[in-house]
């Protein structure tokens, strides 16, 4: 910490965000106040009258704000333009490692200060509602489990930014690639979720199994299979276990990193190329859903499984891709027809 504050690099990087910082701090305090204040002042008076209906502090919106609050606090760390930042940085006697530890400091305290903001909140609520808690079990208990949680989320967070940042060149690339992933994935799931799950014995096995038990995991209600304590500490260790090793894999890709590689929305070849395999097979997936539906009513009235259905739409989706990939062949404009225009 005193080798970071002691180099200029604060100065020049860090000087202009303090306030904004300090904004975003204080509305850590209030959304974790404001989050926890249903299970304080509602839940747990519930639980005194059912004791089988468990419900974790840590809940799905309040995740969901965290991210959100990691989102910000990486804005005003690293800004929206890398390239013209770097370029600033890089001319005085700072290394690109001195620049992306500068961000990693700054991002990890800022998750450290959401962490003391939750447990502020749960110290204060248990304060005030101590005699009502004391006739409920298990609550110190989940104390100790949702602030793990947070830890590995935050952790996983940081490597996720961290190995993002070190792809693209500024935020608009960064945040298009996460919504178009994320539209991506729900459309893959829709084609495919069903093949890949199954029911036995009133359990749910395969990917549903997967789905329903990350969203209990954060905080939402069990689907099903029931999740122990034993599988909520296995699962965050799993997340803090990824979360650096993605902060690693950044690190290497930093190592890399060109200036004027930054020119481009996408800085490495290999991202490039999942893109585009993306946005090949996309449009295939929106075709798969409306052609194989049509088929399975117009010529077999409902009849065909989701074996077969997915079968029909990996087809469809074959098909359309190789049209699509020459297509963008056709329309993508090289480099040297730029120069001769």
Not at 273 to 297: C, H, N, Q, W, Y
Not at 300 to 323: A, D, E, N, P, Q
Request: proline fraction near 2%; hydrophobic fraction near 50%.
């Amino acid at each position: 910490m005193k080798k970071y504050f002691n180099k200029a690099i604060f100065y020049q990087g860090d000087g202009s965000i303090l306030v904004p910082l300090l904004v975003t701090y204080i509305s850590a305090f209030i959304i974790n106040l404001l989050a926890t204040s249903t299970y304080f002042s509602w839940y747990i008076r519930t639980q005194l009258y059912n004791h089988s209906n468990k419900e974790n502090i840590l809940t799905i919106p309040h995740i969901f704000l965290f991210g959100l609050y990691m989102v910000v606090i990486y804005v005003i760390t690293v800004g929206v333009f890398k390239r013209k930042k770097w370029s600033t940085l890089l001319a005085g006697p700072f290394s690109r490692m001195d620049i992306r530890k500068r961000e990693f400091l700054i991002i990890s305290m800022s998750s450290l200060v959401y962490i003391i903001a939750f447990l502020y909140a749960i110290l204060r609520g248990w304060s005030s509602e101590s005699e009502i808690l004391s006739y409920i079990g298990g609550f110190y208990e989940l104390v100790l489990l949702d602030t793990l949680k947070l830890i590995c989320i935050a952790v996983l967070i940081i490597g996720v930014l961290a190995l993002l940042d070190s792809i693209f060149s500024n935020i608009y690339y960064l945040f298009g690639t996460i919504v178009f992933s994320f539209i991506y994935l729900v459309f893959l799931y829709i084609n495919f979720g069903q093949s890949l799950s199954y029911y036995k014995n009133s359990y749910i096995y395969g990917l549903d199994y997967i789905i329903n038990g990350t969203m209990e995991y954060i905080g939402y209600s069990s689907i099903g299979n029931p999740m122990t304590n034993f599988q909520v500490i296995m699962i965050s260790m799993i997340l803090l276990l990824v979360g650096i090793v993605l902060i690693f894999i950044s690190k290497k890709l930093t190592n890399k990193m060109l200036l004027e590689d930054m020119n481009e929305g996408i800085i490495f070849n290999l991202p490039k190329k999942i893109a585009r395999f993306m946005i090949i097979t996309f449009p295939g997936m929106l075709l798969a859903l409306v052609i194989s539906e049509m088929i399975d009513s117009m010529y077999f009235m409902y009849s065909l499984g989701t074996y077969k259905l997915s079968i029909i739409r990996l087809g469809i989706i074959i098909v359309v891709s190789i049209i699509s990939h020459f297509i963008l062949k056709k329309i993508t404009i090289k480099p040297k027809e730029i120069y001769r225009l």
